[in-house]
């Protein structure tokens, strides 16, 4: 008994565990993680292989992020049907606080806490907002960092691309 709680323990522990050099590079297979929703459910990015996958990292005080989110929000309005999932990563300290915000952007795609940072770590993250591309297999099609008006026509064209596929 004792080594099966161990084991669980271990295998959820590994699912936040940074992996030496695992950040999110073109043409490499996404680092896989875990983390819950603010609803509290638990979501792996591997669950959605055979999707078209976006993961956008983000955070309250993040002004060219608030600004991304009305973009990814349109994207994902129109293509989530044909394919696309859209996965928000928060990396506030406080939930309450990202909620709120989220509610206030009326964010309607998954937003998933990373309040101790593990998956940030993870890809390697050193600006915000960063947004990872991931094609149906897993791998990474695009890493774009930051976040200017007129980006969201490179996602556009890239996403249509890879739901043709």
Known sequence: MALAVLAMTLAVTSAYTPA???????????????????????????????????????????????????????????????????????????????????RRLKISYPVLMDGRKDVAKLYQLENLPLTVLVDREGTVRQVYPGFKKGDEKAYLEQIRGLLKE
């Open 20 to 102: 030496a050099g695992a950040a999110a590079t073109v043409g490499g297979e996404v680092p896989d993680f875990a983390l819950r929703t603010l609803e509290g459910q638990n979501l792996r990015l591997s669950e959605f292989r055979g999707e078209v996958v976006l993961v956008n990292f983000w955070a309250t005080w993040c002004s060219s992020c608030r600004e991304q989110i009305a973009s990814l929000e349109d994207l994902h309005d129109k293509y989530r049907k044909a394919g696309l999932v859209l996965l928000s990563v928060n990396l506030d300290d406080d939930a309450v606080q990202a909620a709120d915000m989220a």
